[in-house]
């Protein structure tokens, strides 16, 4: 089963349960799901997984960024629905890389392209995401090649 019948089909699970952030949740990332499409072909254009996952990683980076703005401002309440809705759509993004794992993918980038500055940066940050998808979170490749490279 696709990623997208794979939504589809857990959203009418969690209707019938009567889930109500998971639901709301997945309608969001149906919905931009489908207009991801329309941007890319047409009301008819089907995307692959690749692309359905890219939606909902942009989707958890919106919502993470939400909650540290909600955080800031004193919004416990909606941060903590922010963080809910990203537990939700970890359930569809593969397996997260650990500091050690994620570590080890930097230095091997690191040594792939020969980088040996912080001038290189995007190309490492470019090298590991591409390695990657949905694995490692950008902010923590960015920080450790940081690290690595000063």
């Known amino acids: 089963m696709d990623l997208k019948s794979r939504l589809d089909a ?3 699970a969690a209707m019938k349960a009567g889930e109500t952030v998971r ?4 309608r969001m990332v149906i919905a931009a799901v489908k207009n991801r ?8 254009t089907a995307l692959d997984d690749e692309a359905v996952m890219a ?6 980076k919106t919502r993470t960024d939400s909650a540290e703005q909600y955080d800031a401002a004193g919004r ?6 922010e963080r809910a809705e990203i537990e939700v759509l970890q359930g569809y993004l593969p397996q997260q890389l650990g500091e ?4 080890a993918a930097v230095e091997k980038a690191i040594a792939d392209t020969g980088s ?17 998808k949905g ?13 690595l490279l000063s």
Not at 122 to 129: R, S
């Open 10 to 12: 857990d959203l009418k």
């Open 23 to 26: 639901r709301d949740t997945l």
């Open 37 to 44: 499409a329309i941007e890319v072909g047409g009301a008819n």
């Open 55 to 60: 939606v909902v990683l942009n989707q958890v």
């Open 76 to 81: 416990a309440d909606l941060a903590d629905k």
């Open 100 to 103: 050690a794992e994620t570590r």
């Open 116 to 132: 040996s500055s912080k001038a290189d940066l995007g190309k490492v940050i470019k090298a590991v995401m591409a390695a990657h």
């Open 135 to 147: 694995q490692v979170d950008g902010k923590q490749v960015q920080r450790l090649i940081a690290e």
